[in-house]
């Protein structure tokens, strides 16, 4: 039996093409490595968009060359989005020529051709310098649990001048609404109770489709009964429609939960970001989905550090955090990325400014976030159960449909129903309950 083991960087896109090329190798039978069993093919599925993911697939690599030398019999494939960044796949190849294959994003449902050369050569790569149409008719072997993660969407138009992705993803491919609806009600015959829609921007849903539109498959969807909860990711301020937002509140499944980028509070940052919306933009959107839903959850994600970045830049980014209150914030030093626009700018901020205007952000955030949860101290709030915790196996933890993390004692069995608890306490991060 060929085994194989796939380790995943990045997003939940990478997450969802991981299942899908798990899917492939089990087509062509493979099955997964487990325990102490050492894996016949090790194949790494990467991401680009932070220098730090990068610098963990490079340490990987020198690492797998040592477990090359020992059984020379083992593969070892480099796939995703870095090997699709320009002259990427070449250095990987001479740098490491341990690595018998690499490939990119867009030739990735080509998996099972290219194992078919590899066993007639000594390394292959090959990278499609375009993206082809969207590949429906894929396998798939996904991750156990409750969450189904459903690619709607590949590719971005946007072009945010820090960002690789439309580089590494191409342009905007919309998948067919009906394949999407047969996916997830595949999925909810598998025993899956959520769904997780994905793209780089949900909300550009089928401009390229003509009579549909990220409104309409959220309705669609919301008819599924077998499925209890919709979720999506991610969303772009300037592509969020307030048709969206009312679907949202007359939703059945669809979960009060926004994830909406911010990046910075700056205009003059915002413009050289290439965002497409101001700080007043983004605020008469935030009143706007408030009034509409004024019990949802909203996250972010902001970067600092971006080259120009003055304090008063960033200081306009805090006023912005505090105005707002987010929910949560996933907050990053700005990485320059090669072949974006953003790379060929002078780097002004020092890392030491970087660092602690991180700092500050994420105190910021956390007094925020902390004040947000503990209103919801005595409440009793809708739990759907995922499973163990992992701050501490001996109890479960579930999402209230705003996203929020929930810990409490119940038994293992609770592991995918829907239950009322009651918040006893709160941190920045997390909620504590009893049933």
Same mark, same amino acid.
């Given at each position: 039996m060929r085994l194989y083991q796939i380790i995943t960087y990045g997003c939940q896109m990478n997450d969802r093409d991981s299942e899908i090329l798990a899917g492939l190798l089990e087509k062509r039978g493979f099955r997964a490595a487990s325990g102490g069993e050492q894996a016949n093919l090790i194949l790494l599925n990467t991401c680009c968009v932070r220098k730090s993911a990068e610098d963990k697939l490079f340490g990987k690599l020198h690492e797998l060359r040592l477990v090359k030398q020992q059984n020379p019999e083992i593969k070892i494939a480099v796939g995703g989005c870095v090997p699709q960044l320009p002259s990427q796949a070449a250095q990987i190849a001479k740098r490491f020529p341990h690595v018998?294959?690499? /490939?990119? %994003?867009?030739?990735?449902?080509? $998996?099972?051709?290219?194992?078919?050369?590899?066993?007639?050569?000594? *390394?292959?790569?090959?990278?499609?310098?375009?993206?082809?149409?969207?590949?429906?008719e894929l396998p798939s072997k996904r991750k156990t649990g409750i969450r189904a993660q459903v690619s709607i969407i590949a590719?971005?138009?946007n072009f945010c001048s820090y960002c690789a992705v439309p580089m590494v993803r191409g342009r905007e491919r919309s998948r067919h609404p009906d394949r999407i609806q047969e996916e997830i009600r595949e999925a909810a015959s598998q025993g899956f109770r959520e769904v997780l829609l994905l793209g780089q921007n949900v909300n550009s849903y089928g401009k390229d489709l003509g009579n549909a539109s990220f409104a309409k498959l959220l309705r669609q969807i919301d008819r599924i009964e077998a499925i209890?909860?919709?979720? /999506?990711? %991610?969303?772009?301020?300037?592509? $969020?429609?307030?048709?969206?937002?009312?679907?949202?509140?007359?939703? *059945?499944?669809?979960?009060?939960?926004?994830?909406?980028?911010?990046q910075s509070g700056s205009n003059r940052i915002l413009e050289i970001m290439n965002r497409k919306y101001s700080q007043m933009d983004y605020l008469r959107l935030i009143d706007n989905i408030r009034k509409?839903?004024?019990e949802a959850s909203l996250t972010t994600d902001i970067i600092v550090g971006f080259p120009g970045e003055e304090n008063s830049d960033f200081q306009e980014t805090l006023k912005t955090l505090k105005i707002i209150g987010f929910d949560a914030a996933f907050t990053f030093m700005y990485s320059p990325r090669p072949g974006t626009l953003a790379a060929r700018m002078k780097d002004t901020v020092s890392m030491q400014e970087k660092k602690s205007r991180l700092q500050e952000l994420m105190k910021v955030q956390a007094e925020i976030g902390l004040h947000l949860n503990q209103r919801l101290v005595e409440r009793e709030v809708e739990v759907l159960v995922e499973g163990p915790s992992k701050s501490n196996p001996n109890r479960l933890m579930g999402r209230t449909r705003t996203n929020k993390i929930v810990i409490f004692d119940a038994a293992p069995s609770l592991i995918g129903?829907?239950?009322?608890?009651?918040?006893?306490?709160?941190n920045s991060w997390s909620l504590y309950g009893a049933i």
């Open positions: 018998d294959l690499i /490939f990119g %994003t867009f030739n990735s449902h080509q $998996l099972d051709k290219l194992l078919d050369r590899l066993d007639a050569s000594q *390394q292959v790569c090959e990278v499609w310098e375009s993206a082809g149409p969207v590949q429906e590719g971005c138009d209890d909860r919709i979720r /999506f990711m %991610t969303s772009h301020p300037r592509d $969020l429609s307030m048709e969206t937002i009312e679907t949202i509140r007359e939703g *059945q499944r669809i979960c009060e939960h926004i994830h909406l980028p911010l509409v839903l004024p129903k829907t239950l009322k608890v009651q918040i006893v306490k709160a």
